[in-house]
């Protein structure tokens, strides 16, 4: 019973004291300095002269403690031999210790260090140098310990003398030094003697506590002390380390846009500044081994690039460290595959610890995480590698870093096999690493991809990450981007998406493109207008590299088909300039695919002209020319590939079942009010096309949830048709149009020095309400600067109160507002005296169509600082009636430019006559003329015999309309309109609706006065009610055709005198029109001809 009971003491006791070395694993106990590892004396160094030095690079630098400074001969070599003189304090030495310059990662650095030299001392009360040894180090790098031939004694001064040393350039010759020390050396100890291997991790079998005692080395019978009664703490202490490639070697051959990670051997090993430590090595060969010591805190000023490196040997290392960080081991070669494990003990060194999904169980992740200490730790696995601060790992994945890495895991590997990394043997082998970061947003870089601290909560959380991983997917795709044929100027931001797409969707969530509505925001900017890919937006350029997926991949089950593209962006020529490097991509699509693309290209403005510049973090001219664009198509149609079945433009994330599955549309019906559609039944349908004069001005989304409107941009005329699209391309006629079609605005022209264009600029959101108290509906509103130094708002003015703008070119990229009070606005929104600075200029001028409404943008490409993702920044009308700078592209920042002299006044020196057409399209309406009723006093709508109307000032901006028989638009009770004798006071302002802009006439200037009004069933009256009957179109009455009273011209004499316009008494009333039809006043008539009418004739005449 005694002998059970021991035995279970014994067993019990032994479990304890394996918990409790588990549970101090990381305890940070006190540990023997490392300076009782030699027992050295180090003499201190009060000065120091060289011969020759590189100017930043001086002697100073070589006793400054800091291995990461360096002295160096000049550069471009010099004049040996070079002497290096070191003043002392009087001191006996017989150590030398030189410490060559750190290694850069990569390989070994050994430029610079020391071949053949000598040495010589100068004695307290000497003048004269004495040598006392010659050295020949072969240009070996580390920690050189030099024992001189005997003990000097009083030494104050000693003096090396060099030979050239080793280099990498022949015909250079240098010297280089990190550190140099002078000591006296203590006694000797041969770690052979009572450890068993090189890394001193293990006792000889035959140590007893009698010879750990007897030792005489403090340092040694401390280790020696714990490892024999098993209280050392070996995890993360001992490690063995495997080779890497460095990532150089995989990145640059393979056109990858940035290396992977240079820490894939992380020790979990810290240390402070101050700092020394014993690092054991074993098995090292001839490939160099370093330590790193990487800080990423940024209380100290550090960052990813400020790195302290040490060269390794095997034996004993003294690692001192003049900064805070963490270590990892550099071990690169490109037979990593061969190449043999080294053992590294990091005796008595502080440990973080790191989480390794290959290595360590979920239950382990606590139990490091908790145990760590320092501010930061590793997080590794097969692929990915997280660098964070360790408080937040404890507050957003304090039970689930496996789940977490995991997740980082598979992005990397989805990634990777999407590029064809595996199917193509190209395993890169380096980690994705992921860091934190405290001065920027999120970013992409050389061997790293960074995060602020204030998004770590998101992206360490394994169920937000997994619900939206855009963020990290987005910054790994900037990463794994191929230079240049699938990242050339102006798709930095474009073609890294396919790959946060492609994650976004494998996790299961909604497609961002769904989500943000960026299809039909692609249909809308690119396809519609008809630009060329290179100028449109960075999500409209997205759009079709992703349907490519979906099409091919998820459609057609050709899964590696981008993995077949990247390769060939690997191996292909690359050409010269953007221009060209798209041009191969689009090759490199029809090869990969093997599908004739043309038409999916055409529509994506791939095979559209370019001649300008384009940005994004850099500008490059992007030129292709229409013998360009033939070349592609003669070698697409050389390639014989057959024509998809399928309509793929109009692919998405959420028709792709209607692709795969081939469902046919099913007809159902639809309600039009004006432009405005509302389908009702339709199944199967993946896109509407409405067509203006044969050509397909506008696209709508076939998938929309429900059933939902849209709204034709302008007038759905007599030219029009629409269509529903069926997925092989098939289309079923939905409706024609009626009504004539409304004068066009024409694109707006820049001014020049030789001719101005003046413009009213108006806003085109459709808001006929303002929800903020007090402020005009920005439909109403127009462009207006009130003065300089203020933000430019918009504004509603009667039309002749409101102020003119004109388009100046400052650079052929760049352009620039400009009011008539010569007021400029640039992308700040303040108006300004001068023009801005080339910053604040605008650079594009967008055509666009959104919810119904057309105009133009005002375009500056930025970064956002919030997702570090570059954007075009345009400029939107807020509620409050000012502009800002703002993203989404609602039609609150789209703007018409109409001619500002579209509509004049007449006055006693010119008569100017107008049609007033409604707008409204309902087919009781549409193409109706306000006019003067034939039987009665009063005003009407109807399709024929139009009015002629004068615009005459009143003032404070308004006006009279008086029609061809002198009478003028009145009202009764301020409700019907009728005809009178004396005139009533209107304000004309520039409206619209649902697209359409025209003229609005009210009877007041408060956004809710009444306005002239027709309704469906054509009745006029002045409402308070703001539709499209509101909206009114003021057209020139225009004369340029006398064929039909030509005949009757002959009955009267008619004749230029005195530049006047003479025609005999019994015509009687006649009036001047110029060629195009505006009429003139008969006095003073330039040079020309002109158009004479009267009643009952038209004739020509020249003026001459």
């Known amino acids: ?150 003990l000097q004694e009083k030494v104050v001064s000693i003096q090396f003398i060099l030979e050239p040393g080793a280099t990498d350039k022949e015909g250079t010759d240098i010297v280089s030094c990190a550190e140099m020390a002078f000591c006296k050396a203590g006694p000797e100890f041969d770690p052979s003697s009572i450890f068993a291997d090189v890394a001193c991790t293990i006792l000889k079998p035959e140590i007893t506590q009698t010879e750990i005692s007897a030792l005489t080395n403090e340092y040694y019978k401390a280790l020696a002390q714990q490892l024999f009664d098993g209280t050392y703490p070996k995890e993360f202490r001992i490690n063995e380390f495997k080779a890497w490639p460095h990532p150089d070697g995989f990145a640059w051959p393979n056109r990858l846009n940035m290396p992977y990670s240079l820490c894939d051997n992380p020790t979990g090993i810290y240390m402070r500044p101050g700092d020394k430590i014993a690092v054991f090595a074993e098995n090292l060969g001839s ?228 989500r943000e509505d960026r299809y039909q925001e692609a249909y809308d ?260 600067a009130t003065g300089e130094g203020q933000v430019v708002t918009g504004k509603s003015l009667p039309i002749f109160e409101t102020q003119k703008w004109k388009l100046q070119r400052i650079s052929p990229t760049t352009f620039v507002l400009v009011n008539e009070d010569g007021l400029y606005m640039g992308i700040d929104m303040r108006a300004t005296k001068t023009i801005p600075s080339s910053e604040k200029l605008w650079q594009k001028l967008d055509y666009a169509s959104k919810q119904g409404t057309s105009g133009y943008r005002f375009v500056s490409s930025q970064i956002n600082p919030a997702n570090n993702e570059k954007e075009d920044i345009i400029a939107h009308l807020q509620l409050n009636g000012n502009l800002t700078n703002y993203t989404p592209s609602d039609e609150a920042s789209l703007w018409q430019f109409v001619p500002a002299d579209f509509i004049k006044l007449t006055d006693n020196e010119n008569t100017y006559d107008y049609n007033i057409q409604t707008i409204r399209n309902d087919e009781a309406v549409a193409d109706s003329y306000l006019q003067k009723s034939a039987t009665e006093d009063k005003a009407i709508t109807a399709l024929d015999d139009s009015d002629n109307w004068n615009i005459i000032a009143s003032k404070d901006g308004a006006v009279h309309l008086r029609n061809k028989d002198n009478k003028y638009l009145g009202t009764t009770s301020l409700v019907f309109p009728f005809m009178k004798d004396t005139p009533t006071n209107y304000y004309l302002y520039l409206t619209n609706y649902d697209g359409f802009v025209g003229i609005r006439i009210a009877t007041g200037t408060s956004a809710t006065a009444s306005v002239l009004n027709v309704n469906a069933s054509n009745s006029l009256a002045f409402r308070s009610t703001k539709d499209l009957g509101s909206v009114w179109q003021f057209t020139p009455s225009v004369i340029n055709s006398v064929e039909t009273l030509n005949a009757n011209a002959i009955k009267y004499k008619i004749y230029v005198q005195d530049r006047k316009v003479v025609v005999s008494e019994v015509a009687g009333e006649f009036a001047i029109y110029s060629i195009s039809g505006q009429q003139v006043k008969n006095e003073n008539l330039a040079n020309g001809v002109y158009i004479v009418k009267g009643t009952d004739f038209a004739t020509k005449v020249l003026v001459k």
């Open 1 to 150: 019973m005694m002998k059970k009971l021991l035995f279970f003491k014994k067993t019990t006791l032994a479990l304890i004291a394996v918990v409790l070395v588990s549970a101090i694993s990381y305890a940070q106990t006190t540990n023997p300095s490392v300076n009782l590892l030699y027992g050295d004396i180090k003499a201190t160094i009060t000065g120091a002269t060289t011969s020759a030095d590189q100017t930043w690079d001086g002697i100073e630098n070589s006793y400054d403690n800091d291995p990461s400074t360096i002295y160096h001969s000049p550069y471009n070599g010099t004049t040996f031999p070079v002497i290096l003189t070191y003043n002392i304090n009087p001191a006996d030495i017989d150590m030398v210790i030189y410490t060559t310059r750190p290694s850069k990662g990569a390989s070994e650095d050994t430029n610079g260090n020391f071949k053949e030299f000598s040495i010589s001392i100068k004695k307290e009360g000497e003048t004269n140098y004495t040598k006392v040894l010659d050295v020949d180090l072969k240009g070996e790098s580390g920690s050189h310990r030099i024992k001189l031939p005997s």
């Open 287 to 514: 490939i160099p081994v370093s330590l790193r010591l990487k800080n990423y805190n940024e209380a100290t000023g550090g960052s990813y690039e400020s790195n302290t490196d040490y060269l390794l040997s095997n034996g004993i290392n003294i690692i001192h460290a003049n900064r805070e960080g963490l270590l990892y081991v550099q071990y690169f070669t490109p037979n990593h595959l061969t190449a043999e494990k080294i053992k590294l003990h990091f005796a008595f060194a502080n440990v973080a610890g790191y989480f390794d999904n290959q290595i360590h169980k979920k239950e382990d992740w606590t139990r490091i995480l908790n145990a760590n200490k320092y501010t930061y730790m590793d997080v590794v696995g097969a692929y990915a590698h997280l660098t964070f601060p360790t408080a937040n790992y404890k507050r957003s994945a304090a039970n689930t870093g496996l789940e977490l890495i995991n997740l980082y895991d598979d992005m990397v590997y989805k990634l990777r096999d999407f590029m064809g990394f595996y199917k193509y043997n190209r395993n890169p082998y380096n980690r994705n690493h992921f860091i934190v970061v405290y001065h920027m947003y999120m970013y992409a870089t050389a061997y790293r991809t960074a995060y602020n601290v204030s998004t770590l909560d998101h992206i360490l959380n394994a169920n937000t990450l997994k619900s939206s991983p855009w963020g990290p997917a987005h910054e790994v795709g900037h990463v794994n981007q191929h230079n240049p044929l699938f990242r050339w100027v102006g798709t930095t931001e474009v073609t890294n998406n396919v790959q946060a797409l492609l994650i976004q969707t494998a996790w299961g969530n909604d497609s961002r493109l769904i």
């Open 525 to 784: 900017h690119l396809m519609a207008p008809k630009i060329a890919n290179a100028n449109a937006g960075i999500w409209q350029q997205l759009v079709p590299l992703w349907q490519i997926q979906l099409f091919f991949a998820e459609v057609l089950g050709k899964t590696d088909t981008y993995a077949k593209i990247y390769e060939a962006c690997r191996t292909w020529g690359i050409g010269n300039g953007p221009g060209s490097h798209q041009m191969t991509f689009t090759k490199i699509l029809v090869d990969s695919t093997k599908t004739d693309l043309t038409e999916f290209l055409d529509a994506w403005g791939y095979l559209r002209t370019i001649d300008n510049e384009v940005s994004d973090y850099t500008s490059a001219q992007f030129t292709i020319t229409e013998e360009d664009l033939a070349e592609l198509k003669q070698y697409i149609k050389d390639k014989n590939f057959p024509k998809p079945e399928y309509k793929i433009q109009y692919i998405t994330d959420v028709n792709k079942h209607i692709y795969k599955d081939k469902l046919n549309v099913v007809q159902g019906t639809h309600t039009q009010n004006a432009s405005t559609f509302t389908p009702s039944g339709w199944q199967n349908v993946v896109a509407y096309e409405c067509y203006r004069d044969g050509e397909l001005v506008y696209i709508v989304r076939g998938d929309m949830s429900g059933e939902k409107s849209f709204t034709f941009p302008g007038r759905f005329d007599n030219t029009c048709e629409l269509y529903a699209v069926q997925y092989d391309g098939k289309k079923i006629k939905m409706a024609d149009g009626f009504g004539n079609p409304l004068p066009k605005l024409e694109a707006p022209k820049f001014s020049t020095s030789d001719t101005e264009h003046w413009y009213y600029i108006k806003n085109m959101s459709s808001e006929q309400t303002n929800s903020q108290q007090g402020a005009t509906p920005r439909g109403f509103c127009s462009l207006h």
